[in-house]
């Protein structure tokens, strides 16, 4: 074990970040210009992922390093910030101390005040299997892993003769009608019909299927009815076939099957099936539940108080995707806002000597939502100050509102001006730059998975053994005996 290396720890406050995401990085940079402050930013990816992005990044249009600078650069001129790549899996609250793990090294980082903003992963309500045939997009790896999916399947329907086979690699079934999954319906859809319209001899890639499932009645939900309806028909049009009520009950390598509002079940065959039907938040909430117990939501969250801090605990602040804050949504803003308002709590008790208690309540502001549908198209929904009303709007002019906001809040000069010439190029010719895919993108996921299940029980062997080493010695005085000629020949 590695105590992670300080400045000075007895005379400098020590501020552990955990997540480089939208909370973690915002809060850090809050904190460049603290004084006596020593801030470590831990996470267990090097890069600060902008995740609204990633279906663009995994239908061709961007590169990852377009929208994941590698966070050590981006903090590299805050001299007062350390960023240390591991995945925290435990805090000692008692002796204030971090765990995290990079490989088979585990280094401890002692904090004063804790910030911890892990985010979420996806959430497959119970059926985790169907993960293995129906990737999340939550992280980079998983957008590139689709990319790999959505264009091998056409690449295997181009040997293939045979029409039931071919169909099946054509139908490509997105589960879940949130942002997300529009999102990706929409370029899919774009994809097969503009870029590779040309591209294949054998398969005709515009006659590809692009089903867009949900369990619930309406498309985009939480942008009200008037936009919902306004984006399943630009999908529509696009011909994305829509399926409402329609829940997933089972999902294998060739498809899945759906359970309608009645109660019917039938099967679509699909090899390439994404998933953006819900979320659950990092199991660090349950870390913190079992040792200060705080009370998780059900989808993990952590039940902060008014000012983000965990109950009896008024060092340690959650925020993001991980915290549960009545009217706070899941979003970047969400986040960037705990991020900064935990950063400049701490900023006040050091300046000021603001104590926990003189602290005023965190208050979001809503600056409004968007989602793109496709090339020219978003929906956006803005509050109109000092009602309760929203303005909403769809079409062209939301589309090029969202493409000035996600450059504004891309981070790096040079990935906003490498994003604008791919979204010119994307844009106005439908060529995408990036459709390179790679057998490990495709397959890591699933090796990965069977490693770290080899690797669990040879550890459980290896604790059942040292646990009983007598009978270890019998068994293998049992095989030795086993191995002699004459037992081999009996
Ligand atoms: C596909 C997609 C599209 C989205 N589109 C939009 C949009 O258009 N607009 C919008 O406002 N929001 C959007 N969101 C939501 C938004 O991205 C999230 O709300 C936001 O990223 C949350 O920020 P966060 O800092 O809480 O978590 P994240 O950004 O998820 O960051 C979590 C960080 O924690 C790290 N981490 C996790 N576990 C550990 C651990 N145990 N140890 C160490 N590090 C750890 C991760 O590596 C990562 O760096 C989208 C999300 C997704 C997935």
New binding site residues.
């Given amino acids: 074990m590695t105590t992670a290396p300080t400045s000075d720890s007895t005379r400098r406050r020590q501020v552990v970040i955990?997540?480089?995401?939208?909370?973690?990085?915002f809060a850090a940079q809050r904190l460049r210009k603290a004084k006596n402050v020593d801030v470590t930013l831990?996470?267990?990816?090097t890069?600060?992922?902008?995740?609204?992005?990633?279906?663009q990044l995994a239908t061709g249009i961007v590169a990852e390093g377009e929208i994941a600078p590698a966070?050590r650069v981006v903090l590299e001129k805050q001299k007062n910030t350390r960023t240390l790549l591991?995945?925290?899996?435990d805090v000692d609250v008692e002796k204030q101390v971090v765990y995290?793990q990079l490989l088979e090294r585990v280094t401890e980082t002692p904090y004063d005040d804790l910030i911890i903003?892990?985010?979420?992963d996806q959430s497959y309500f119970g059926n985790d299997h169907f993960a293995e045939y129906a990737p999340g997009?939550?992280?980079i790896d998983h957008a590139l892993e689709l990319r790999g999916r959505i264009l091998g399947a056409f690449e295997q329907a181009e040997l293939s003769d045979d029409p039931a086979e071919q169909e099946k690699l054509m139908t490509f079934v997105v589960v879940g009608a949130g942002?997300?999954g529009v999102?990706m319906a929409g370029q899919i859809a774009e994809m097969s019909d503009k870029t590779l319209k040309n591209a294949f001899r054998n398969i005709d890639p515009t006659k590809a299927r692009v089903i867009l499932l949900d369990a619930a009645p309406a498309v985009l939900a939480p942008f009200g009815p008037k936009l919902g309806t306004k984006a399943a028909k630009r999908l529509e049009k696009l011909g994305v076939e829509i399926q409402l009520d329609a829940m997933v009950v089972d999902l294998d390598y060739d498809g899945l099957v759906v359970r309608d509002k009645d109660g019917t079940e039938r099967r679509i065959e699909s090899q390439c099936k994404v998933w953006?039907a819900g979320?659950q938040a990092?199991?660090?909430g349950e870390v913190l539940r079992d040792k200060t117990g705080v009370e998780l939501d059900r989808a993990g969250r952590v039940k902060v108080g008014p000012d983000l801090t965990v109950a009896g605990h008024r060092n340690i602040f959650v925020?993001?995707?991980?915290m549960a804050v009545d009217g706070v949504?899941?979003?970047?803003?969400?986040?960037i806002q705990?991020?900064r308002y935990a950063a400049d709590a701490i900023l006040a008790e050091i300046k000021r000597g603001q104590t926990p208690d003189e602290r005023k309540p965190f208050k979001y502001f809503d600056k409004g939502?968007?989602?793109t549908v496709s090339r020219f198209s978003a929906v956006m929904q803005v509050p109109i100050p000092g009602t309760k009303k929203k303005f909403e709007t769809e079409g062209y002019f939301a589309w090029l509102g969202w493409l000035a906001l996600?450059l504004v809040y891309l981070v790096g000069y040079r990935n906003r001006l490498n994003t604008l010439v791919n979204w010119f190029f994307s844009f106005t010719t439908r060529g995408r730059t990036q459709l390179a895919i790679t057998e490990q993108q495709v397959y890591a996921r699933s090796a990965l998975q069977e490693l770290s299940y080899l690797e669990r029980l040879r550890l459980s062997a290896a604790e059942r053994d040292r646990e009983d080493p007598v009978a270890v010695a019998k068994a293998l005085e049992k095989s030795v005996e086993d191995d002699t000629p004459e037992a081999k020949q009996a």
Avoid: C, N, R, W
Wanted: a negative charge.
């Fill in positions: 955990v997540g480089s995401g939208f909370g973690g990085l831990i996470a267990k990816s890069t600060h992922l902008f995740q609204p992005m990633l279906y966070t591991g995945e925290v899996y995290s903003a892990a985010g979420a997009m939550k992280t942002p997300t999102e953006s979320v990092s199991g660090l925020v993001g995707d991980m949504p899941g979003v970047a803003q969400g986040a705990g991020g939502s968007m989602a996600h």
